[in-house]
């Protein structure tokens, strides 16, 4: 009903979704939750979006597919093309960790290092598409109705019942959108009876879509240059920024920023704290949560969105 692929038969899994919330109270308030996206197959929250586009691939009868990434989705779709037996091509920027690295290639992927930043990436790898007429993957519709399924689960995890803010990371953009749009189909069927606040958070040396919220623009500008150590959500041209906007604001939520120094004693804190290991951009959340107290009461979801032995620095 909620997922645009039909054949089961083609369906291609690792097993991903099912990721705990945890509830936390040691950062200072009383009804916090983590839903911990660390545990899926490839440590991050992107294998649920690649099990969508990847069975829509099968279902096109595809052998072969390309897209470009910061490091995360590289390694999730290479892993769900090597279990569909298709062939992987994965353009990377020239910022990404030698985990994420070594975890493509050990999935047997090919890939091609663009000089820049995720920007040039995602256009040579566009380019080699249109040319070769490989299959393109990436932050695209088919992702994000595989990514929606973060948002089922936390209702599904608080007895059907939906937080009154949902604290979520935005590199693209295509995560923060999917879980909105997964509490408003909710919504509209019955299942929930009222909508969270979504806050995105960006890296401050990354922020186009925080900066456009902010200063109220329907449009976001591009970035020439970024600076972050949170390397999977550094994303200079998001490509979902209009879908991220939009949740931001229908749902009266909020958008901020916070830096790499905080993001790295929130890393350790958590680890200490909790026994969670995230990578930096996985923490954004938290960090940023942990900023407002001020501004944020009730029940509160952080998503954790990648762990942290995909980027040690």
């Known amino acids: 009903m909620f997922y645009p692929t039909q054949d089961l038969d083609k369906r291609i899994t690792l097993g991903e979704g099912g990721t705990q919330l945890l509830q936390s109270n040691k950062f200072g308030f009383e009804d916090l939750w983590l839903k911990t996206e660390t545990t899926n197959p490839t440590g991050s929250f992107k294998d649920r979006g690649s099990t969508i586009e990847i069975t829509r691939a099968k279902e096109l009868n595809v052998a072969s597919l390309c897209c470009a ?142 900066d456009a919220w902010k200063k109220d623009s329907k449009e976001v500008n591009p970035l020439n240059k970024s600076k972050t150590l949170a390397s999977a959500i550094d994303c200079p041209s998001p490509v979902d920024w209009i879908k991220a906007l939009e949740a931001i604001r229908k749902s009266h939520g909020f958008a901020e920023t916070v830096t790499d120094k905080e993001m790295l004693k929130t890393r350790e804190e958590l680890a200490r ?23 944020l009461d009730g029940k509160i979801v952080c998503i954790i969105s990648g762990s942290g032995l995909k980027d040690l620095r």
């Open 69 to 210: 990434s910061t490091g995360n989705m590289g390694a999730s779709v290479a892993a769900y093309a090597a279990k569909a037996d298709m062939k992987c091509k994965v353009f990377l920027p020239t910022n990404v960790s030698k985990g994420k690295i070594q975890q493509i290639k050990i999935y047997g992927a090919d890939i091609v290092t663009i000089k820049g930043n995720y920007t040039h990436a995602l256009k040579s790898c566009e380019e080699y598409s249109k040319k070769t007429s490989t299959y393109l993957v990436g932050d695209y519709p088919y992702r994000g109705e595989g990514e929606k399924s973060v948002g089922f689960e936390i209702a599904d995890q608080l007895n059907w019942s939906a937080p009154d803010y949902i604290i979520a990371p935005m590199g693209n953009g295509t995560l923060i959108y999917a879980i909105w749009d997964a509490f408003f189909d909710m919504k509209k069927v019955g299942l929930i009876d009222y909508l969270p606040k979504m806050v995105g958070i960006q890296a401050d040396g990354c922020s186009p879509i925080v």
């Open 273 to 295: 704290k909790e026994g969670v290991f995230a990578e930096l951009a996985g923490v954004a959340s938290l960090t940023a949560t942990a900023k407002m107290k001020k501004e």
